[in-house]
């Protein structure tokens, strides 16, 4: 027993000897490919709990967890679906969750003093494009014959809110108001109904420091409903359209209640969504931890972007504890397209983008972006100075977090060196909007001023 004891002990020193070896070989080529980083993380806190809005955005935290990038980095995670965005705020900065799945105005807005103040953190941007403006049967009748036609008789996208303007006329002449849903005052959907419909022409309504409906000279009347909501609200008829992220927009086609009249990808070409959020005070306490979830996220998008992924992806997505929906429904867009009216599916490879196009860095030019909006439909009340956008951008938003993590993923050989984009943070002043405006993250005030409806400083 004493010989079997000696002889075990022996080869288990061998094996740990070997083992340590090849590490510390390792860890020099790492060290001297990258010298700025270390690929050994000290977690200081590996159990922690996520929040979730039930949208396929939130694909990156589903995908880490069931993939298991959560515990490659050492972290035991738990996730939650939450109510509605504004219980995701709270619990957030209350630290009931440890980070979460967020509208990126959500922490935005709370940097810059519109509704609940907190010092909040963007280290991963989760994905581009992914929602959609979907109107009821009756509204798509009336819009249809003002949408101009392809040789097939199919419409012809972008479809323009033009098309809308003589159907919310004859609303009004009937005595009804026209309501339209989005999830939440500083949501992306918000801005992107907002943009869409004022592009035509169309007012969205402003916002004042006493009035925080966003209702004030409104043509069309804008309201909150949480995203799992809005089929239920359009079919009910106590709004007449909405702006949605999947699988809400394709929900209303599955259950024949509603059209999609466009997506975001044609309102703002590869446009930010939702980005991943914990507190300043989390990410000073727990560093290491943040760059490890940061981590285990990169690869998750890396994992969702890769040929032949997303059947599985929609499969994991479906599951109760995630989204929930039918697979068939998150199929629809989550696998390269998109349908419209009933039958009318088109290719749409990029309505869902996790990480090519550089999808999960925070570029400052995206949380300016969303600054700009605030200040055009008065929730940022006063003029601000080209430089503040730039200061509030540069407090929230944190690619050095994620460029450390990315870093150490590249030594790993889990990334490839080259995915690391060489920025100032901000990506190039760009058209790629449905009006065709140029967007110049470095003159924020120049870009608020172009536009004909909303605030002018």
Request: glycine letters at 8%; proline letters at 6%.
């Amino acid at each position: 027993m004493k010989s079997t004891f000696v002889k075990v002990t022996a080869l288990a020193t061998l094996l740990l000897t070997i083992s340590c070896g090849g590490k510390d070989s390792k860890k020099k080529e790492e060290t001297k490919a990258t010298p700025e980083v270390s690929a050994s993380l000290e977690i200081e806190k590996p159990q922690l709990t996520f929040g979730f809005i039930k949208l396929t955005d939130m694909a990156p935290l589903a995908i880490a967890k069931e993939k298991g990038f959560f515990e490659e980095e050492g972290l035991f995670v738990s996730v939650e679906a939450q109510s509605n965005w504004k219980n995701i705020l709270d619990r957030v900065i209350d630290g009931q969750l440890d980070g979460s799945h967020m509208l990126a105005g959500q922490p935005i807005a709370a940097g810059a003093g519109y509704g609940r103040q907190a010092e909040l953190v963007t280290p991963f941007s989760m994905d581009l494009n992914g929602n959609g403006i979907t109107v009821s049967n009756d509204v798509w009748s009336k819009m249809k014959p003002n949408i101009p036609k392809d040789e097939n008789g199919k419409p012809i996208h972008p479809i323009s809110a033009e098309s809308l303007k003589p159907v919310i006329s004859d609303y009004k002449n009937n005595g009804k108001a026209f309501k339209m849903g989005m999830v939440f005052p500083v949501s992306t959907h918000n801005y992107e109904i907002r943009y869409w419909l004022a592009a035509a022409g169309i007012h969205p309504g402003m916002y004042s420091a006493e009035n925080i409906q966003g209702q004030i000279d409104a043509e069309v009347l804008l309201s909150v409903t949480p995203p799992p909501q809005m089929p239920a609200t359009l079919e009910a008829g106590t709004i007449y359209g909405y702006c949605v992220g999947e699988p809400w927009n394709q929900q209303a086609v599955f259950k024949g209640i509603g059209v999609p009249v466009t997506t975001n990808y044609d309102i703002w070409k590869n446009n930010p969504e939702k980005v991943f959020v914990m507190t300043k005070k989390f990410v000073e306490q727990y560093p290491n931890t943040a760059v490890a979830v940061t981590k285990a996220l990169i690869r998750a998008g890396k994992w969702l972007d890769t040929p032949g992924n997303r059947e599985e992806a929609v499969k994991i997505l479906s599951m109760s504890q995630y989204v929930g929906a039918d697979e068939v429904v998150l199929a629809n867009s989550m696998t390269g397209t998109f349908e419209f009216e009933k039958g009318d599916k088109r290719s749409m490879p990029d309505f869902n983008v996790f990480y090519r196009y550089n999808a999960t860095y925070p570029f400052y030019s995206d949380a300016v972006w969303f600054l700009t909006q605030m200040r055009r439909w008065g929730q940022i009340t006063t003029e601000k100075p080209a430089a503040w956008y730039a200061e509030k951008a540069k407090e929230i938003y944190r690619p050095d977090i994620w460029e450390k993590a990315a870093k150490i993923l590249a030594a790993e050989g889990k990334i490839p060196a080259t995915d690391i984009p060489e920025t100032d943070g901000y990506k190039p002043a760009t058209t790629d909007f449905i009006d065709g405006k140029n967007y110049d993250a470095k003159d924020p005030v120049g870009y608020i001023n172009s536009f004909k409806i909303g605030n002018k400083d």
